[in-house]
């Protein structure tokens, strides 16, 4: 689905990842762990093709990134969710609208997606909430609707950059819950996180494998987690 090979980035002159090489397998569940600093955005970036590899391959379904045209890039995105670290939303639309964004953009808000739009909600906890202006959100609600709004349009792959850091440890369960439902439909998920108590909450409802970004490389992190 998704394929490094000995993948390097450079950023301001300095080398920040150096020599990945990794494959991201059909209904697998990752978390990616490391340092602030060590590169965990900019690995998930390179993964959705948000970031061109300095050196290396980067492939997308099969397809290498550096041959792809917007376009494609853009169409191929569509099988990839990503719930950014820094959830942005249009403060003027409601949820349910910033949450339908993807369809919009895509041409496919059509009145037979209400129904999938309203069901998603419901699943997210936030049918009662679908008028609320994104500035009247708690922050547990807005990463809610950030995952509701990734997955959308029913990608392949889920990446999620930190959708704990800024929520309550009984809110970051329930959004635990969501991913693992997620993946135990078939979905594929990568979290990226510093929260090692999420990480073992999850080893206990899904079978899940931790990646270490360290010292420029990425690592499998051993079972002391």
């Known amino acids: 689905m998704i394929e490094l090979d000995n993948v390097a980035y450079s950023y301001g002159g ?16 990752h978390f990616l762990t490391g340092p602030s600093g060590a590169g965990k955005t ?7 093709g948000a970031l061109i590899a300095t050196s290396g391959e980067v ?12 376009d494609d890039v853009a169409m191929t995105r569509r099988r990839v969710g990503v719930v950014h670290q820094d959830v942005q939303f249009l403060d003027h639309l ?4 910033n ?10 808000g059509a009145l037979d997606e209400a129904a999938n739009l309203k069901e998603l909600l419901n699943w997210v906890g936030l049918n009662h909430r679908a008028d609320a202006l994104p500035p009247e959100l708690s922050g547990g609600e807005r990463q809610r ?25 009984e809110m970051s369960q329930r959004l635990l819950r969501l991913l693992v439902e997620l993946n135990k439909m078939g979905k594929t998920i990568m ?13 206990t409802q899904v079978q ?16 002391d987690l």
């Open 14 to 29: 300095g080398e920040l990842l150096s020599g990945i090489t990794f494959g991201l397998q059909p209904g697998s569940f």
């Open 42 to 48: 900019t690995f998930l970036k390179l993964c959705y």
């Open 59 to 70: 492939r997308l379904f099969d397809q290498d990134v550096r041959s792809m045209t917007r």
């Open 94 to 97: 409601p949820l349910a609208d």
């Open 99 to 108: 949450v339908a964004l993807p369809l919009t953009v895509s041409g496919r």
């Open 145 to 169: 609707a950030a995952l509701a709004r990734a997955v959308i349009m029913s990608p392949d792959i889920i990446l999620a950059d930190e959708p704990t850091g800024n929520i309550d440890w």
């Open 191 to 203: 979290i990226a996180t510093h929260d090692l108590a999420l990480i073992r909450a999850a080893k």
């Open 208 to 223: 899940a494998r931790v990646l270490r970004i360290a010292n420029r490389q990425l690592q499998l992190a051993g079972a």
